[in-house]
């Protein structure tokens, strides 16, 4: 392998509205080599890729492509200059043939004009390098996601580039075609080209990567050959812990005050799609089970399951002893479920609304008469959430939006406390809330839990699992691998299932 | 994969046009004189001006957007026109398709520069060129030029063909081949189904998107032009409803108002299909049986364009049900 770097980024930097995104980041590719770039969700992966190819301009730091200063301001310069890439999201046009989504941009021209039949050809011959054989001239929408996957890939390589970005090009592929992805990055490889490839499937890693970069908070931790460095060291350097460690008490979760109760709801063997695959785990009145794992392992697609906002395709799931299979988070309402999602924004909060309008909009139905919402009962039941759950604000008619993530927290779980739960999900409940907060939301879980509720609580926060949970599951790749109890949950533990896939200290799950 | 007989391009690209046959047979059927030299010439003369606004609108809701200020530029566009006509032919013509082009500019600097949605954009530029027209025209009708041969970009003859007609087919000659075999025209498709992608993909969607507004601007101008030559006179307060009567005429002839899916040939069925209509309840008047006022046009009309959109509406879902299966 050449010595010189084909890409050399150095001390990035990259701010969002003040909130530093990278700082000092630095990622370094080597030519026709396949380099693995690793991170948990929000350590600047996508925010790096996005600055090499133009769609974010950076806000310090130099960029050297095949030696010379790069400097790019939109998709079509970086692609121009030899980089393509591969966005996580498909980010194709559904309602176009498949040969315009592969061939735009470098279309082949007969007399002036656009060589349809030319273009056709192309496309087929491409696409012919995985296998496939579709028609073509029909839109890509009439194609299932693997192929408008295939269809992405097809598009990046055709445009005969230096180096090939792949952001998580499998997730939406099963195992057959990955393996021809695989097959392609290895002739990409053998033709000179470099690939840069994020995946959090760290099988995938070793089998196809020579290198990684590994990111955590915006920064470059740490570089290493893929031959050089084990599945326990890659997960602790992306979560940021040393294995051999042991920590004092860093989160606000207190021991437990009670045992664990008769189980609420058991599921068995759940699959769904391809990142569910095998799913099982059960959680008890009055415990918090805790679900670990990497981005990507079927952790919250697990919860929507539970929730009815997708279907299962295979499995069991029982709910207080009936037979449970939810077809809208109506059904799953219905049946005591509650589920604050991750991201409080896109699915939780009317910006606009009030602290008060905004904790029993669900609760509509139940405190009107014939469409009219008797106000007073409406202000006995926020006044009484808000003093026991300590929100913070000036009263139940201020803008929920005026109030900070905590508190913002703390209205979403009242909203689904007053539906009386038995059984509430919570993923990543202290995500973006600062420290002072993220003390006092567990503690509430905590307390909440205490009082009889069973909670399922997604984090990935080693802390917030290792000593919020009494049971933790770990999920790997859209299966439980390995479950922890009592003693048993230590952050080692925790790691080397997550790498591992099994780990020494546990029996098996449960069945 | 088994083979489909597509039902989106049989309805939503022929649909128009097969409706457009039945209208006419309908017409033959029922009216005399309805296919007959006289009738036919003057239908296409006074739909040509409609078919340019149409072609240009086409390309602009291709793209997800939206241009309302179609009728006030071209009824700038004819004042500046009939200003221009008194020093010749191209003076006007450089004139209307000038003050369109000025009209365009501004709509794709505020589109792709200033992200202003197009909709509020255009809003704004259909005031401000309507209230340009009346100021350019003193608030009064600008007779045009007869000296200069003028008038016979809207009146006359090319052999028995209408020169407006004959203008307005080029243009959708052109606007077809660009559409179908220039990347420019594949981009303003793809930008329709998904910009972000589109931009992601590397190609110039802010550039094919300004060229569109420019597009509109300059073939509402033109539009312009011929409405002057055709009724002798720069009309400042013509063109009230056009931008409509253009969303329709695209709608009806299968594009996608929300961009994406789209064809230049059945907007101009779109065109004729809206313009018979109007046409054969002139006859039916004629006729003397009924007397339908001229706002059942409108009625007709907008029941037309209420039917196709639900029609897009069902195959569309029927889509989206197929790709998740």
Known sequence: MADTPLLSMSRVEKRFAGIPALSGASLEILPGEVHALIGQNGAGKSTMIKVLTGYHRRDGGTVTFAGEPFEVHSPHQAQASGISTIYQEINLVPLRSVTENICLGREQRRFGLLDWNAMHREAERLLSTFGIRIDVRRPLMDFNTATQQMVAIARAIGFSARLVIMDEPTSSLDDKEVAVLFRVIRQLKADGVSVIFVSHKLDELYEVCDRVTIMRDGKTVRVADMDKIDKLDLV?????????????????????????????????????????????????????????????????????????????????????????????????????????????????????????????LALFPRISRRGIISERQQRELVESFIKQLGIKCSGPGQKIRELSGGNQQKVLLARWLATHPRLLILDEPTRGIDVGAKGEIQRLIRSLADQGLAVLMISSELEEIVEGADRVFVLREGRTVAELDGEAITEAGVLDAMAHGHSHQIEQVAS | MKRRVDMRVLLGTYGVVVALVLLVAFGWWRYENFLGMFNVMSVLRYNSMFALVALGMCFVIMTGGIDLSVGSTAALGSVAAALGSHYGIIPGIVGGVGAGLLVGTVN??????????????????????????????????????????????????????????????????????????????????????????????????????????????????????????????????????????AIAAVVVGGTLLTGGMGSVGTTLAGVLLLGILFNMLNFENGMGWISLSAYWQSVIRGGFLLVVVIIQARLMSKEAKHVTS
């Open chain 1, 236 to 360: 602790s350097a992306m979560l940021g812990r040393d294995v051999g460690r042991s920590d004092g008490h860093a989160t606000a979760f207190a021991e437990r005050q009670r045992s664990a109760g008769e189980i609420v709801l058991q599921a068995q063997n759940l699959a769904a799609g391809h990142a569910v695959r095998d799913v099982s785990f059960a959680v008890k009145r009055g415990e918090i089970v805790g679900f670990a794992g990497l981005l990507g392992a079927g952790r919250t697609e697990t919860a929507r399951v539970l929730f009815g906002i997708d279907r299962a395709q295979a499995g069991s799931i029982r709910m207080e002893g009936q037979a449970y299979d939810p077809k809208s988070p109506k059904d799953a309402i219905g049946a005591g479920l509650g589920f604050v999602t991750e991201d409080r924004k896109l699915e939780g909060i009317v910006p606009e609304l009030s602290v008060a309008e905004n904790l029993t």
């Open chain 2, 108 to 245: 794709g600097t505020l589109v792709t520069r200033l992200n202003i949605m197009p909709f509020i954009a255009t809003l704004a530029t259909m005031l401000a060129a309507s209230g340009a027209a009346l100021l350019l025209a003193n608030n009064q009708s600008v007779s045009i030029s007869y000296e200069t041969g003028f008038m016979n970009l809207g009146q006359g003859n090319i052999w028995i063909l209408p020169i407006p007609a004959v203008i307005a087919a080029l243009a959708y000659v052109a606007g077809s081949v660009i559409l179908n075999f220039t990347s420019a025209g594949r981009t303003v498709l793809a930008i329709g189904g998904n910009e972000d992608a589109t931009n992601m993909m590397g190609l110039r969607t802010e550039r094919i998107k300004f060229l569109t507004y420019l597009a509109s601007g300059s073939l509402a101008g033109l539009a312009g032009v011929i409405l002057a030559a055709q009724f002798g006179a720069g009309q400042p307060i013509e063109g009230v409803g056009w931008e409509l009567f």
